[in-house]
Protein backbone atom coordinates (compact mmCIF):
# COMPACT_ATOMS: atom_id res chain seq x y z
CA UNK A 1 0.00 0.00 0.00
CA UNK A 2 1.26 3.23 -1.18
CA UNK A 3 0.40 6.76 -0.31
CA UNK A 4 2.07 10.25 -0.31
CA UNK A 5 2.71 13.35 -2.49
CA UNK A 6 4.67 13.99 -5.49
CA UNK A 7 2.66 11.45 -7.34
CA UNK A 8 4.63 11.83 -10.64
CA UNK A 9 7.66 11.29 -9.36
CA UNK A 10 8.24 10.04 -5.45
CA UNK A 11 5.15 7.50 -5.37
CA UNK A 12 5.49 6.44 -9.04
CA UNK A 13 9.48 5.58 -8.03
CA UNK A 14 8.55 3.81 -5.28
CA UNK A 15 5.65 1.62 -7.35
CA UNK A 16 7.91 1.06 -10.07
CA UNK A 17 10.43 0.31 -7.60
CA UNK A 18 8.54 -2.06 -5.41
CA UNK A 19 6.98 -3.91 -9.07
CA UNK A 20 10.83 -4.53 -10.07
CA UNK A 21 11.49 -6.16 -6.71
CA UNK A 22 7.97 -8.50 -7.21
CA UNK A 23 5.91 -6.74 -5.07
CA UNK A 24 2.08 -6.11 -6.18
CA UNK A 25 2.28 -2.62 -5.06
CA UNK A 26 -1.75 -1.06 -4.46
CA UNK A 27 -1.78 3.06 -4.31
CA UNK A 28 -4.76 4.46 -2.57
CA UNK A 29 -4.93 7.21 -4.70
CA UNK A 30 -7.28 9.76 -2.63
CA UNK A 31 -4.28 9.78 -0.07
CA UNK A 32 -1.50 11.00 -3.08
CA UNK A 33 -1.04 14.29 -4.77
CA UNK A 34 0.93 16.19 -7.60
CA UNK A 35 1.29 19.92 -8.00
CA UNK A 36 -1.14 19.68 -10.66
CA UNK A 37 -4.24 17.80 -11.71
CA UNK A 38 -2.73 17.09 -15.38
CA UNK A 39 0.36 15.82 -13.86
CA UNK A 40 -1.98 13.35 -11.46
CA UNK A 41 -4.22 12.34 -13.78
CA UNK A 42 -1.14 11.19 -15.80
CA UNK A 43 0.27 9.39 -13.24
CA UNK A 44 -2.86 7.70 -12.39
CA UNK A 45 -2.89 6.34 -15.88
CA UNK A 46 0.41 5.11 -16.12
CA UNK A 47 0.77 3.59 -12.74
CA UNK A 48 -3.07 2.03 -12.95
CA UNK A 49 -2.41 0.82 -16.68
CA UNK A 50 1.53 -0.84 -15.84
CA UNK A 51 2.49 -0.93 -12.63
CA UNK A 52 -0.25 -1.50 -9.61
CA UNK A 53 -3.89 -0.88 -8.94
CA UNK A 54 -5.43 2.82 -7.98
CA UNK A 55 -7.87 2.35 -5.64
CA UNK A 56 -9.52 4.36 -3.25
CA UNK A 57 -8.79 4.43 0.64
CA UNK A 58 -12.45 3.54 1.18
CA UNK A 59 -11.76 0.48 -1.14
CA UNK A 60 -8.60 -0.24 0.92
CA UNK A 61 -10.47 -0.43 4.26
CA UNK A 62 -13.32 -2.53 2.40
CA UNK A 63 -10.82 -4.60 1.34
CA UNK A 64 -8.87 -5.14 4.50
CA UNK A 65 -12.48 -5.87 6.21
CA UNK A 66 -13.16 -3.29 8.28
CA UNK A 67 -16.18 -1.90 8.61
CA UNK A 68 -17.72 1.70 10.08
CA UNK A 69 -18.56 0.19 13.32
CA UNK A 70 -15.67 -1.26 14.32
Avoid at 15 to 43: L, N
Wanted: charged share 25%; hydrophobic share 40%.
Amino acid sequence: MITGTHLDWCVEGNVRAARDCGYVPIVIGDATGAETVEQEKAAFERINRYFAPVITSRQFVDFLGFDDDS
